[in-house]
């Protein structure tokens, strides 16, 4: 069974890898504690982006863009709203996470609603200012 397990990571592991060399960015693993794991992926699903796309922006916010004098604001535009082909005024139904800000956004709130691509994008105010 421990092989079994083994080898399924490897599998995702060669494919993450294979994903990368043909966007031709590279692949960077890292062993975390399970509570930080843990942390990082209920992060990524409130925000309702892939973990890949949440480690990719914390790093870029980290290295390039501060090297770039780059503040946080818009930390998440180039890979999260790349594909937004339009934006609409929206009142939650429920609390959601800001996509951009991670910002918990209450019920009957007014919020961006953010259209194209796989899924749609939920933002506060002040990062669809920002756009």
């Known amino acids: 069974m421990r092989k079994d397990i083994t080898g399924r990571r490897s599998d995702r592991r060669e ?40 480690i990719r922006n914390i790093l870029e916010e980290a290295f390039v863009r501060d090297d770039a004098g780059v503040g946080k604001a818009g930390i998440f535009e180039d890979v999260l709203f790349e594909d937004v082909i339009g934006w609409d005024e929206i009142t939650l139904s429920k609390s959601i996470n800001c996509a951009g800000c991670g910002v918990q956004l209450a019920e009957a709130q007014r919020a961006a609603l953010g259209l194209g691509g796989d899924k749609p994008i939920v933002v506060c105010d002040s990062c669809k200012n920002k756009l």
Request: charged residues 35%; proline residues 5%.
């Open 15 to 54: 494919k993450a890898m294979s994903i990368a060399v043909r966007r031709k960015e590279e692949y960077l693993g890292a062993r975390v504690p399970k509570e930080l794991r843990d942390k990082v992926i209920q992060k990524a699903k409130n925000m309702g982006i892939p973990v890949s796309i949440l």
